[in-house]
Every structure is written in structure tokens, then in C-alpha cells.
């Protein structure tokens, strides 16, 4: 089946350790994102990726860094500069279009104690 | 600064009856609006889109208009059944920006269906 995998779904740290989240999409999506989802926060952006080996920041970027060295592959990492990580995690993908639809993966849950 | 706005955080209907969920939005350039639905821990899913040059999109019970001169968009749901209870989020996007134009999201809205 095709989809966007995302792993582990929850996942629990001690403050200070940075911990990387995976994400990976076998629909041949040139582009993948990655959204943090808070209480009454909606979603909001962190880092994105048009092709591979290129990523730019989103909205909020501050504390967290990615790669993407494969197009099937977008790992986020939380490095311990992030504030606030307590959150739910989504990483998306999507194909080079003007239409901006969005398929996304089923979420990671990090909770930092 | 908000860009994309739904101002009602919550809402609760009964079955059978219609939704309507609003979403405006700021931005003037925005000219591809979509509609996402999220149960919790799970990711949201695409249900419906809309773009500018249209006034109305249906898809089953699903119906969303756009009100550009207002920058308002809703979405009707009808009838609303128990498994339309969810968060939904509006998203839109400027597409003349180019390939890939970040969609901008809501904040959400929890529709609760009763039975």
C-alpha cells in the first residue's frame, strides 16, 4: 500500500536529549513537510522539502533540524535547543503541483519528561 | 498573524441535521482552499477542495462554497452523522507562488454529531 509512515508513534524523552523522528513516503512525492500539532494550535510548519538534498524552514524551525538525502526519506530531529517539544508530530508529502493537497502520515507523539 | 482563521473552535449538531463550518482567511493571494478532517492520534485527511475560480465544490454530502469578496469559505455537511465528529482544519495556499506553495492551516474545529 501506498502511504507516508511515520515511526515510532510515541515516543518519551528525558529534557536535554535530542531524539529524531522518521518519516518515510513510497508515493514518489518530489515533496515532504513536516507539522507540529498543539491544543487549539492547529498546525504549524517546521521544515520542508521540495527535491532532495534541499530543505527550507517553515514557520517555526527554531530547535529542530532535518535531511533528506533520499526522496523516500525526511527525518525531523528535536535537538534539545526546542523549548517546548511536548507535541504531536506530522510529517506529509506531496507531489510537485500547484493544488498543494497534502497526504499525511499517521502521526508521532513526543512527550519529554 | 493569523492568516487563515476559524473562529469558532467547536461545534455540536445533531444527527441528521446540517454543519456548517466557517474559515476566513487575510491573505488576498490565497487562491486554493482545502478542507481536512482529523480524528485524534491520527493524521488529518484530505475531503475537499476548492479553488478560486469556483464559487461551490460538491462531493456527496460534502459541500464547500467560497465567498471571495468576503474571504469566507464553509463548509456544509448534510446530514451529519456520528462519524463526521472530528477536528477540521481549513488550509489554503497561494499557488501563483509556485510549485509546492506551503498551505497555510486553521486553527481547527471540533465537530461534535450527536445520535
Known amino acids: 500500500d501506498g502511504g507516508i509512515t511515520q515511526s515510532p508513534k510515541y515516543l518519551f524523552r528525558k529534557e536535554g536529549q535530542n531524539v529524531t523522528l522518521s518519516c518515510e513516503q513510497n508515493l514518489n512525492h518530489d515533496a515532504m513537510y513536516w507539522y507540529r500539532q498543539d491544543p487549539g494550535q492547529g498546525l504549524r510548519l517546521i521544515y520542508y522539502s521540495q527535491i532532495v538534498n534541499d530543505f527550507q524552514k517553515g514557520d517555526i524551525a527554531e530547535g529542530y533540524s532535518v535531511s533528506r538525502e533520499k526522496k523516500e526519506s525526511f527525518p525531523l530531529t528535536v535537538t534539545s535547543a526546542q523549548k517546548n517539544p511536548t507535541a504531536f508530530y506530522l510529517c506529509a508529502s506531496s507531489v510537485n503541483t500547484n493544488t498543494g493537497e497534502l497526504f499525511f502520515g499517521e502521526g508521532s507523539r513526543l512527550t519529554v519528561l | 498573524d493569523q492568516q487563515v482563521k476559524q473562529n469558532s473552535p467547536s461545534l455540536s449538531v445533531q444527527e441528521g441535521r446540517i ?97
Open chain 2, 19 to 115: 454543519s456548517i463550518l466557517n474559515c476566513d482567511y487575510t491573505n488576498s493571494m490565497f487562491d486554493y482552499f482545502l478542507w481536512y478532517k482529523k480524528y485524534p492520534a491520527e493524521g488529518p485527511t484530505f475531503l475537499i477542495s476548492i479553488s478560486s475560480i469556483k464559487d461551490k465544490n460538491e462531493d456527496g454530502r460534502f459541500t464547500v462554497f467560497l465567498n471571495k469578496s468576503a474571504k469566507h469559505l464553509s463548509l456544509h455537511i448534510v446530514p451529519s452523522q456520528p462519524g463526521d465528529s472530528a477536528v477540521y482544519f481549513c488550509a489554503a495556499s497561494a499557488t501563483s507562488g509556485g510549485a509546492n506553495s506551503k498551505l497555510t492551516f486553521g486553527k481547527g474545529i471540533t465537530l461534535s454529531v450527536r445520535p
